[in-house]
């Protein structure tokens, strides 16, 4: 088991920043991939970013490439993910989630665990 508890969303105006945080615990050695999910309203959740536990290794989705950034601190068991110039399209239930077995994928489909998220609201 692996328990994801997120935090750092708030309302920000358009071109502002934020820090999202996502703290792991339980089985956290035996995760492979960690990512950031989001889901607005009436949309279907999609990936943000991913990043292999081991290795760094990172993947962004199109939309946020060059504005966001996924770190991590595996002596804190904690992942980042760093939103620069943020638009009102990024309004979003943030989510973290942990895959033990899989590839780092931004599909939602292999990940084990999720955290409840924390919201981000961007006005313009």
């Known amino acids: 088991q692996v328990q994801l508890v997120e935090s750092g969303g708030d309302s920000v105006q358009a071109g502002g920043s934020l820090t999202l945080s996502c703290v792991a615990s339980g089985n956290i050695y035996s995760t492979r991939c960690m990512g950031w999910f989001r889901q607005a309203p009436g949309k279907e959740r999609e990936g943000v970013a991913v990043i292999y536990r081991g290795g760094g290794t990172a993947y962004y989705a199109d939309s946020v490439k060059g504005r966001f950034t996924i770190s991590q601190d595996n002596a804190k068991n904690t992942v980042y993910l760093q939103l620069n110039s943020l638009k009102p399209e990024d309004t979003a239930m943030y989510s973290c989630?942990?895959?033990?077995?899989?590839?780092?994928?931004?599909?939602?489909?292999?990940?084990?665990?999720w955290g409840r998220g924390t919201q981000v609201t961007v006005s313009s």
């Open positions: 989630a942990a895959d033990l077995f899989y590839p780092c994928s931004l599909s939602t489909s292999p990940y084990q665990y």
